[in-house]
């Protein structure tokens, strides 16, 4: 089963609880939050890794997948949402506009990615899956505990 086709079956219920995200976000609790956004962030990691062989409609729906979460990212951090599972730090909260700009930065990068793949830019496509990865670990080394 290709890549995209795969995480997409494996982690629907991120896409599910994340289809219209405000009021289920709204009425989730810490340990749901922290297990969704883990969830998102693994599913991000694991396309990013395979999405330089994505061609066509498989490269449009593993950049679909990582910009729908990218966009979802702040409200899965609600103020104080830690708890064993998860590797966040309080100074995500301290630090917000930080923290957010890190994810609008990184949306960005996954709308490029998302207009490449459509375009069929190989070339512009390569270079936003790079320009995704570097900042990924950045944020991890300032907002997570790294094991």
Same mark, same amino acid.
């Not at 599910?16 to 009425?27: D, F, I, K, Y």
């Not at 830690?82 to 909260?93: K, N």
């Given at each position: 089963?290709?890549?995209?086709?795969?995480?997409?079956?494996?982690?629907?219920?991120?896409?599910?609880?994340?289809?219209?995200?405000?009021?289920?976000?709204?009425?989730?609790?810490?340990?749901?939050?922290?297990?969704? =956004?883990? +969830? #998102?962030? %693994?599913?991000?990691?694991?396309?990013?890794?395979? !999405?330089?062989s994505?061609?066509?409609?498989? *490269?449009?729906?593993?950049?679909?997948?990582?910009?729908?979460?990218?966009?979802?990212?702040?409200?899965?951090?609600?103020?104080?949402?830690?708890?064993?599972?998860?590797?966040?730090?309080?100074?995500?909260?301290?630090?917000?506009?930080?923290?957010?700009a =890190?994810? +609008? #930065?990184e %949306?960005?990068?996954?709308?490029?990615?998302?207009? !490449?793949?459509?375009?069929?830019?190989?070339? *512009?496509?390569?270079?936003?899956?790079?320009?995704?990865k570097?900042?990924?670990?950045?944020?991890?080394?300032?907002?997570?505990?790294?094991?």
């Amino acid at each position: 089963m290709r890549l995209a086709a795969w995480l997409g079956a494996a982690l629907i219920v991120v896409a599910a609880a994340l289809a219209s995200a405000a009021p289920v976000v709204a009425a989730m609790t810490d340990a749901q939050l922290v297990a969704t =956004r883990v +969830a #998102a962030m %693994k599913q991000d990691g694991m396309l990013l890794r395979g !999405a330089k062989s994505l061609t066509g409609q498989e *490269a449009i729906d593993a950049a679909t997948i990582i910009l729908k979460n990218f966009t979802n990212f702040p409200a899965l951090f609600r103020k104080g949402s830690i708890t064993a599972d998860s590797r966040a730090l309080p100074v995500i909260w301290e630090n917000w506009g930080d923290f957010t700009a =890190r994810l +609008a #930065a990184e %949306k960005a990068n996954a709308q490029a990615m998302l207009a !490449a793949a459509k375009a069929g830019n190989k070339k *512009a496509y390569l270079a936003a899956i790079e320009d995704l990865k570097r900042p990924c670990s950045n944020c991890h080394l300032a907002y997570a505990r790294v094991f």
